[in-house]
C-alpha cells in the first residue's frame, strides 16, 4: 500500500516488518552500550531497509540461549528467567539525559504534586543579579550549537563499533553489570552555557529528565521497550539503567508503538539566530506591590496562549517567573491570561479568562497565591458566569473586591463580587446602587471602598416637540460613583467634585497618601487679546473618606497632551502624561499638587501603573513584547528565566525518499529544516525576510513535484509562495492571481494545486510549473483546509457555513482546474457542527480528520471522513475511545492502512492517542508512554509520516511555561 502524507501526492512504498516482541530472557536483552548486540538491528539490516529490501531481526546464538543453560548468570539474569517463566519480558536499556533548551517540569515525566500553597523554595544564593538595564535583544534558542551538525549522533568510530560488532564483545556485553554498563555510555552532549547571575524560576531538577528518544540512542542501546502481558507498567532504574514494561494499549485491542518516548527537540529544530523578534506577543495588563514584593501578570499569545506571572522580592532590582499549577496540583489548562492582580500580606489574587472563550463556559479565572512565587489556578467559582466580565481588582483589609459587568447590550448590569481569601467569591446586592450598566473601577483604603461605573437614569425635561412644548423622559447613561465604609453592606451615592474648566471622564479614584484621589481634564485661558488661548492640564481632588472633597492642585507640565494613568499608594501617586510624538512623561508625588518629573517612556503602550516607595512601576507592551520598567529602568525581560520564549511550530512534515523535510516557523518567521533521516537537521534559508516584527508570517505545508519544491503558508490574510530545487535553499514564488491565500498544497503528473480560502469563498490555484499560477473554478463558498492527490485526480477538504455553524466540505477535481463539491454528510449524532480539517490517502481510501462542537458549555469532539472509492462518497464516524475534548490532529497513510494522532484528556493534561486501520472503517485505539507523549502538560502530535520503514512524527509538549517542539519515531503500528 502506497503511504501518502497529508495533504502530499508523494509516496514511498516500504516493507512492512512484524512488531518485535522480546520472548527470550535476560541474555538476549543486554546493557545497553555501543557495542551492545540488545540493539539486535545491524547497521546493514537498516541500510537495506532504507533502500526498499526486507528487514529481517536476527536474534543470534546469545538470543537463543537460556539463562539457567549460562554457568556465570548473574542475580538479574536469573531474576529476568522466573519473570519470563511468568509470562513478563523486559527490555534493559541506558536512562540518558536530554540537552534541550529551558526544559519544563512536565517534559522532565512532571514534579511530585506541589504541597498545599505556600512559599516556594527560593533561587540559589547569588543568583539574583540586577536586571534593570536598556533593552537588550531577546536571547535567540537554539544557537549555540551549528544548525548542520548532528549532535545527538555517536561519533563515527562508535557508529563502526555498533556495524561491526565482535562475537567476544557480544557475549562479555551479556555478563556485565549494570554498573559497569552504565561506564560504557557514550557521553552526554555539552549543554547551552546558562545565563550567569541571574534568578530561576522553581523548576524540577533538569538531571530528572527522560532522555529524548533518536536514531543516534537506539543505536546505544534505547531500541525497544517490552510489553508486559498483563497490562502493568513497572519501572525499575539501577544507576543509569532501568527496565521497563509497559501496557499494551487500551481496551485490550493490540499492541501499542514503541513507548520510549519522544526527543525533545528544540536544538534540532533550530530558530534563526539573526532574527531578533521572538515570533511570540506577550503584555503585562496589571502589576501590584507590597513592600519589596512586586507581581506583573499578563499573558502570551500567538502560540498556545497562556498566562505569565513575574515576581520580585527585592524591590525590582531582579525578576523571576512564578511556579503555576492547577488546583489538584497538575498542569494548569492553557488559553487563558490573567488581566487583574492585586494583594499583599500573604493574600494575593489575579484574575483573567480564556483568549477565546467558548459559549456556555465561564469567562471568569482565578488565581491565588500566598507568596506571590507559587499561583494556583484556582476552579472557577460558581458565582462567576458565562455572562460576567471582571474589570477591576482591588485588596481591602478584609480581603478583595471585584467589579465588572454581567449580560451585553442594553441587558449589561454592573456586578460586584467580594472574598476574604480569593478562593471562595459571594456575588454583592447591588439594590442599593440603583440601576447600573457596568462597574469599572474599585478601590479601598483604610476601611472604606469606592466603586465607580456608569448609571442609568430617567431624566424629564421639557421639550418643544412638533410646534408644542412636552414633556420628555429618556433614558441616559452617566458616570457614578459609589461609597461603602462598612465593608459593603451599605453603598451611597458620592457627589463627585467638579472645578471651572474641568470636562470629561473622571480618572480614579486611587489610593494614596492620607485617602483618595481622582483627577479630571481640565482646561484653562492663557493670554490676552488675538494670543489668547485655551491650555490643556488636569484638576487633582483628595479626600481622606471618599465622601467629602477638596482641591488638591493642577497637573501641569510643558507640552501636556492628556492625563492617561493616575495611580497611587501609601508611598505616594504618579502620573502618566501624553506630551506628543508617541511619548509620555512619568510623574511623582505625595499630596495631587506637587509633581516631579521622575522619566519619559516612548512608543510603549502602558496598561498599568503601580508606585513603590522608589517610585512608580510601569508595565504593558511595546510592539509585540512585554514592557516592565521599574525606579532603576526598564527590566531585560530577555534575561528573565521562563519570562520570553521562542516561536517554533511545525506544520507539515514531508518524506522525501529517505530525507525528511518539515515546514512551519520560528522567531514569526517561515522555517524550514531538512534531515537525512531524522537524525541532524538542517535550517534551511531564504525563508526569512519580513523586516516588521508585528506581522507573524508561517508556512503551512510544503510538496515535492516533478519541478521541484512548493511551500505556502501565510501572513495575516497575505498569501506566502516559495519555491526551491532541494528544499535547503527557497526563494520567493510567484503570488497566485486573485485574493486570499493557500492552506494546502499538492502535486501530481500534473503539476501543482494549492487550496485555501478567499474571505468566504474556497479557493485553488493550479500551475504546471510553479511559476505561473491560475485560479481554479467551482470551488464556492467555504474554506479549503488540505488537498492531496488521488488516482486520476485530486481531493479537498475544507469547511462551508451552515444555518448552526461549519459544516463538513468536500471537494473533487480531475486536474486542479475546475472543482466539484461533494456532500460527504454531516457531522455524526451530537455533533452539532464541524469541519474537515487534514486528509490522507492510502490507494483508494481516503480518510479526513474532523473537528466539531458541542455541547453546553461547547467542547471540541474528533470524528472522521472516510471514502473507500477515491472520494466520490463518503461516510462520516466518531473514533472509539474519542470523546468531548479530545482532538484529532495528523493522519498518515502507511503500508498497513492509515494511522491517526490525536489527544485525550482535559486541557493542561492532554495525553497522545493514536488509532489505526487497516481500510479505514474499522478502526482500534492505541495508547502511546514516553516523555512527549503522555504525562503532565499538553501533548500532541503535529504531523506523521512514514519513513525508513518507520512512523515518525512531530509534536509539541507544553507547561504553563511554554511549549517544546518534540521528535518521535517508532515501529509501524
Known sequence: MTATTPGHDSAERVTSVPEERPTEPFQRISAASGKSSAVAEPAAARRGEEAGA???????????????????????????????????DWVHTAVTIPTAESPSPQQAGGPAAPPAEGPAEPAAEGSAAPQVDSPAEPAVEGSAAPQADDSAAPPQEQRQAQEEP????????????PEAA?????????????AAAEPSPVVADPSAQAAPRSRAADKYGARRLALLAGGVAIVLIAGTSGYVALSDGTEGDGPAPSPSGAALADRWFAADPAVRADGLFQELSAVAGDGSTLVAVG???????????????????????????????????????????????????????????SAGAAQTVVWTSTDALTWTRQ?????????????????????????????????????????????????????????????EHVVSSGGTVLVGGTAVEKVTKTERVRGKRRKVTRTVTEQAYWRSPDGGRTWKRIDMPNAKGAYGAYLGPVAGPGGFFVAREAKRPSGSGKRRKNVRQAAVWTSPDGAEWTGAGWLRIPGYAGLEHLAGSPSGLSALVDIGDGKQAVLRGTDGKNWQRAGEVSGVEVGAVAVLAGGPVLAGRRGPDAYLSVPGGEVKLASVPGAVRTERAISALVPDGARLVAVGSSNGEPAAWVSPGGDAWRRASGLGDDPDPQRRRWLTDAVR???????????????????????????????????????????????????????????????????????????????????????????????????????????????????????????????????????????????ALGSGRTGAPEQPYPFIAVSTDRGKTWQTQTLPGGTAGGTVTAVTATPRGLVIAGTTGAPGSRDVVLWTSADGKAWKRRSVHGTGLDGPGDQRLTTLAVVGGELVATGVTGDHRGDTVTFWRTALP
Open 54 to 88: 526486507p528487514k529481517t531481526r536476527g536474534r543470534g546464538r546469545a538470543a537463543r540461549s537460556r539463562a539457567g543453560e549460562m554457568p556465570n548468570s548473574s542475580p538479574w539474569q536469573r531474576s529476568h528467567a522466573v519473570w519470563h517463566q511468568a509470562g513478563v
Open 166 to 177: 565482535q562475537q567476544e564483545e557480544r557475549e562479555a556485553e551479556q555478563r556485565q553489570t
Open 182 to 194: 552504565a561506564e560504557r555510555q557514550p557521553p552526554k552532549e555539552p549543554e547551552a552555557p546558562a
Open 299 to 357: 499573558g502570551e499569545t500567538g502560540g498556545p496562549d497562556r498566562a505569565r506571572f513575574l515576581v520580585s522580592t527585592d524591590a525590582g532590582r531582579s525578576w523571576q517567573s512564578a511556579a503555576v499549577r492547577s488546583a489538584a496540583g497538575g498542569e494548569p489548562p492553557p488559553g487563558e491570561v490573567a488581566r487583574q492582580v492585586a494583594g499583599g500580606s500573604g493574600r494575593w489574587v489575579a484574575l483573567g479568562g480564556p483568549v477565546a472563550p
Open 379 to 439: 476552579e472557577t467559582p460558581a458565582v462567576f458566569g458565562p455572562q460576567d466580565k471582571v474589570q477591576a481588582l482591588a485588596r481591602t483589609s478584609a480581603g478583595f473586591w471585584a467589579v465588572g459587568v454581567s449580560g451585553t447590550g442594553d441587558k449589561a448590569q454592573g456586578a460586584l463580587w467580594s472574598s476574604a481569601d480569593g478562593i471562595s467569591w459571594q456575588r454583592a446586592d447591588l439594590s442599593s446602587l440603583g440601576e447600573t450598566r457596568a462597574l
Open 705 to 847: 513535484g516533478e519541478n521541484g519544491w512548493v511551500a505556502v503558508g501565510r501572513h495575516d490574510a497575505d498569501p506566502l509562495l516559495f519555491t526551491s530545487s532541494d528544499a535547503l535553499t527557497w526563494k520567493k514564488g510567484s503570488k497566485p492571481p486573485g485574493g486570499g491565500y493557500a492552506e494546502a498544497v499538492a502535486a501530481a503528473a500534473g503539476g501543482y494545486v494549492a487550496v485555501g480560502r478567499d474571505g468566504r469563498r474556497a479557493v485553488a490555484w493550479y500551475s504546471a510549473d510553479r511559476k505561473k499560477w491560475r485560479r481554479a473554478g467551482g470551488t464556492g463558498e467555504g474554506r479549503m483546509r488540505d488537498v492531496a492527490a488521488v488516482p486520476g485526480g485530486y481531493v479537498a477538504v475544507g469547511s462551508r457555513p451552515g444555518p448552526k455553524g461549519d459544516r463538513p466540505a468536500v471537494w473533487t477535481s480531475a486536474d486542479g482546474k475546475k472543482w466539484t463539491r461533494v456532500q460527504p454528510g454531516g457531522p455524526p449524532a451530537g455533533i452539532a457542527s464541524g469541519a474537515l480539517t487534514q486528509v490522507a490517502v492510502g490507494g483508494d481510501v481516503v480518510v
